[in-house]
């Protein structure tokens, strides 16, 4: 996964260094676009909910597909209120020993799909690397992945 890391405040890029990505687990990792502060509110449920999840100690983690399925019903929610949370999520990580990528939008809107970009990227860069898939007629390596992303930068 891969982030751009500058926050805007309206028309002044403001902020330089903010961190998109996050480590939920071991299992799974969570990327946003969108308004940073409806990110980082919903950072801090994630870690909460994560902290309630280890102090079970039952041996259960969130996977990536309970995350993904969580965060579609939190979107919704909110959208339903009329308060949405003005973001777009990517949700990665491995479920069981297959990797797992899931998209959901501010209206809850999901799916899930073996390669996604948000924004600038998903109409530049998307293009590139399914052309990358279908001549190897398959999943890339990550070497192969690597030098796709360096082309599509």
């Known amino acids: 996964m891969a982030a751009d890391t500058l926050g805007s405040y309206?028309?002044?890029?403001?902020?330089?260094?903010?961190q998109r990505i996050m480590k939920v687990n071991e299992t799974s990792v969570l990327a946003a676009?969108?308004?940073?502060a409806d990110f980082q509110f919903l950072q801090e449920v994630i870690t909460q909910k994560?902290?309630?999840?280890?102090?079970r100690d039952d041996g259960f983690t969130l996977k990536p597909k309970a995350l993904h399925s969580?965060?579609?019903?939190?979107?919704?929610?909110?959208?339903?209120?009329?308060?949405?949370?003005?973001?777009?999520?990517?949700?990665g990580g491995i479920e069981?020993?297959?990797?797992?990528?899931?998209?959901?939008?501010?209206?809850?809107?999901?799916?899930?799909?073996?390669l996604l970009a948000t924004g600038l990227g998903g109409e530049m860069a998307l293009p590139v690397?399914?052309?990358?898939?279908e001549k190897?007629?398959?999943?890339l390596n990550?070497?192969?992945a690597r030098e796709v992303m360096l082309q599509c930068i």
């Open 142 to 144: 990550k070497e192969e």
């Open 136 to 139: 190897k007629g398959g999943l």
């Open 70 to 91: 969580w965060l579609t019903r939190v979107l919704y929610n909110r959208r339903s209120k009329f308060d949405p949370l003005w973001n777009i999520f990517l949700v």
């Open 10 to 18: 309206g028309s002044l890029a403001r902020y330089t260094n903010v």
């Open 33 to 36: 676009g969108g308004d940073i």
């Open 96 to 114: 069981g020993d297959e990797p797992y990528l899931g998209y959901v939008n501010l209206q809850g809107t999901a799916f899930t799909e073996t």
């Open 129 to 133: 690397m399914r052309r990358a898939m």
């Open 50 to 55: 994560q902290i309630d999840e280890d102090c």
